[in-house]
Nanobody, 117 residues
Framework: QVQLVESGGGLVQAGGSLRLSCAASGRGFSRANMGWFRQAPGKEREFAAIEYIGGSTYYADSVKGRFAISRNNAENTVYLQMNSLKPEDTAVYYC???????????WGQGTQVTVSS
């Protein structure tokens, strides 16, 4: 069974940086597409970034150029480096794993990021 545990959230001033981590237990991390999503208060959960198995990445326009996703397959961990943070980046950030045929999806419990102005 896969479990995902996020960490690294917190309170930061606008313009600051945070690095989120998502540690995965279970097997198959290196064969999974790993993504980050976020959900602001009163809003739908939205896509932020993804790293595919082959290493290619894709970002939402709202975070492009400021956020960077990376992974360490040896440590079963995916990261989200967030720079130049804005108050509108305030949200609960969730890690998502997509793996297998048929596809299975797993979510972490989320980590809160709050950006003050």
């Amino acid at each position: 069974q896969v479990q995902l545990v996020e960490s690294g959230g917190g309170l930061v001033q606008a313009g600051g940086s945070l690095r989120l981590s998502c540690a995965a237990s279970g097997r198959g991390f290196s064969r999974a597409n790993m993504g980050w999503f976020r959900q602001a208060p009163g809003k739908e959960r939205e896509f932020a970034a993804i790293e595919y198995i082959g290493g290619s990445t894709y970002y939402a326009d709202s975070v492009k150029g400021r956020f960077a996703i990376s992974r360490n397959n040896a440590e079963n961990t995916v990261y989200l480096q967030m720079n130049s943070l804005k108050p509108e980046d305030t949200a609960v950030y969730y890690c998502k794993m997509v793996i297998g045929r048929p596809l299975n999806e797993y979510w972490g419990q989320g980590t809160q990021v709050t950006v003050s102005s």
